[in-house]
């Protein structure tokens, strides 16, 4: 399924208008604010980190990923605010633009797990979890995740739409391709959510158990322990309300949609729901510098750094007497 394949239904009627109302706003917003955040956390990594880490790999391919999908949103503005709907550019420039959306969020859901696994070695077992956490082997993970999502993805291309539109699904779908895409939605559910998300959630689990529970040397140490649990929670929480939401909108839509592969069979509340869903999953590329500045103390202080040496040449204007 595509991420707004939400047709025009007769029990609908609204649902174009509904689609820019929510879309465009939505894209231009996350493409200014996603650029500006991402460009300044890669800066950020490559330029002011001194020393690679495990998490700043992973964090600067997270940057990337996010940074090149909120790259291809102004096409995507451009074809939902006119109300034509017609793509006037090469249908293999929007089935790029499909392909991009879906292996920005597998890449995202994959980085964040591996940095969940990497808190839960350095909080856990800090020693015995040293050869995890070694640079060379974590690049190497990174690019087996974009070699991996980069491959399972390509069935997405595979997704038909009418030549003069894009993001959209025709009214009805031929047999073949409705359980293609029943597939390819029960495949990147267990492979690009379930598990992931079950991997993620166990790892932060254990982490805030550790970190609540293990005896500290002073009252200080207590405080930091449990400031540390609170940034841990706030990054599930964003994870949480960003992607399971949207995989069980986007599952009821296919379950709808199956096995006649007819779109007005689908209701207007799921379509509606729909939209709502692929606009919260869209907006982590704006989220995700929240999580690293909330996930990575040493992030913290280089943002704080930076900032302030930015003011820092800024003249104090002089009061008048």
């Known amino acids: 399924m595509n991420d707004n394949s939400i047709l025009e239904n007769r029990s609908c009627g609204d649902i174009d208008n509904f689609k820019t109302n929510v879309y465009v706003p939505t894209y231009i917003t996350v493409f200014i604010f996603g650029f ?10 490559l330029r002011l980190y001194k020393k690679k880490t495990a998490f700043s790999v992973v964090m600067v391919n997270l940057a990337i990923s996010d940074l090149l999908f909120v790259c291809t949103l102004p096409w995507r503005v451009h074809y939902y605010y006119y109300a034509t709907r017609y793509w006037h550019l090469p249908h293999y420039f929007c089935k790029f633009l ?34 995890y956490r070694r640079v060379k082997n974590v690049q190497i993970i990174c690019i087996a995740i974009w070699i991996f999502v980069g491959l399972t993805a390509i069935p997405f291309l595979a997704i038909g739409n009418n030549k003069s539109q894009c993001f959209e699904v025709r009214d009805r779908i031929v047999n073949m391709d409705i359980k293609i895409i029943f597939t390819m939605n029960l495949i990147s559910l267990v492979l690009g959510f379930i598990i992931p998300f079950f991997i993620f959630m166990v790892c932060y689990i254990l982490v805030i158990r550790t970190l609540l529970t293990s005896k500290a040397n002073h009252l200080k140490q207590t405080t930091s322990r449990r400031k540390a649990s609170a940034r841990i929670i706030g990054v599930m929480v964003i994870f949480i309300t960003g992607f399971p939401i949207y995989h069980i909108v986007r599952t009821i839509y296919i379950a709808e949609l199956f096995p006649a592969g007819n779109t007005f069979n689908v209701s207007c509340l799921v379509w509606k729901t729909a939209v709502a869903a692929s606009c919260r999953a869209i907006m982590n590329p704006c989220l995700d510098p929240i999580l690293y500045y ?12 930076t900032i302030k040496n930015a003011f820092k040449g800024i003249p104090t204007p002089i009061q008048q007497t």
Do not use: Q, W
């Open 98 to 131: 499909t392909y991009a959306l879906y292996l920005n969020m597998y890449c995202g859901i994959y980085f964040l797990t591996l940095m969940s696994i990497l808190r839960y070695f350095a909080v856990v077992h800090p020693i015995k979890g040293l050869k």
């Open 294 to 305: 909330f996930a990575a103390e040493t992030f913290r202080d280089k943002v704080r750094s």
């Open 36 to 45: 500006i955040e991402n460009v300044f956390c890669i800066y950020v990594f």
